[in-house]
């Protein structure tokens, strides 16, 4: 199985921070991640697919990056409803995965 | 507008079965992969399964292999979940999501709001 290990697990900033998340696989998985942000007791939200493309109706600060086994999901300008867990997943093989989570909070 | 409700969750006992069912509207259901994925308290995403639109080829978790059997009825428009022989570590917020595309990887796009099933005596 490919395991994803995302860092931080948790993050403290400010508004208009910019803040990255990293995502790192156990194998090379070509562009084949997705990143869903998943605000308390909501279903997660598609931001970023094929690693790199944003999704519809995501806002432009958002944006992601990477290949093969590392990955990135930067927030350019940190805006108060940023605030959620963010989490990567790899489609290039089942069993899919999902990364552990990043809790994004106000400092 | 895509909608995707889930139904079905609650209180079983150790042994025990559910079965849980995902409304789907606001778009082709038949042209879709679908999955469940579920998220035990205060943990992370788990992948569960993974049906094509044909319902043909079925994948699953090995946690939950043998035990949960993935379905769809396409002239329903409705996803199933049929969980046996439940235990204490299936106790989760269960999700049904679409996926992106009509080709590609299981990239989802829509997500329903989940249904709690929880696992005690």
């Known amino acids: 199985d490919i395991q994803l290990t995302q860092s931080p697990s948790f993050l403290s900033a400010s508004v208009g921070d910019r803040v990255t998340i990293t995502c790192r696989a156990s194998?090379?998985?070509?562009?084949?991640l997705a990143w869903y942000q998943q605000k308390l007791g909501k279903g997660p939200k598609l931001l970023i697919y094929?690693?790199?493309t944003l999704q519809s109706g995501v806002p432009s600060r958002f944006s992601g990056s990477g290949s093969g086994t590392e990955f990135t999901l930067t927030i350019s300008s940190l805006q108060p409803e940023d605030f959620a867990t963010y989490s990567c997943?790899?489609?290039?093989?089942?069993?899919?995965?999902f990364g552990g989570g990043t809790k994004v909070e106000i400092k | 507008e895509v909608q995707l409700l889930e139904s079905g969750g609650g209180l079983a006992q150790p042994g025990g079965s559910l079965r849980l069912s995902c409304a789907a509207s606001?778009?082709?259901?038949?042209?879709?992969?679908m999955t469940w994925v579920r998220q035990a308290p205060g943990k992370g995403l788990e992948w569960v399964s993974s049906i094509t639109k044909g319902g043909d080829n079925i994948f699953y978790a090995a946690s939950v292999r043998g035990r949960f059997s993935n379905s769809r009825d396409n002239s329903k428009n409705t996803l199933y979940l049929q969980m046996d022989s439940l235990r204490a570590e299936d106790t989760a917020i269960y999700y049904c999501a679409k996926k992106l595309a009509v080709g590609g990887r299981d990239q989802l796009d829509h997500w329903g709001q989940g249904t709690l099933v929880t696992v005690s005596s």
């Open positions: 606001g778009f082709s259901f038949s042209d879709y992969g």
């Open positions: 194998q090379g998985i070509a562009s084949y």
């Open positions: 997943q790899q489609v290039n093989s089942f069993p899919l995965t």
């Open positions: 094929s690693a790199s």
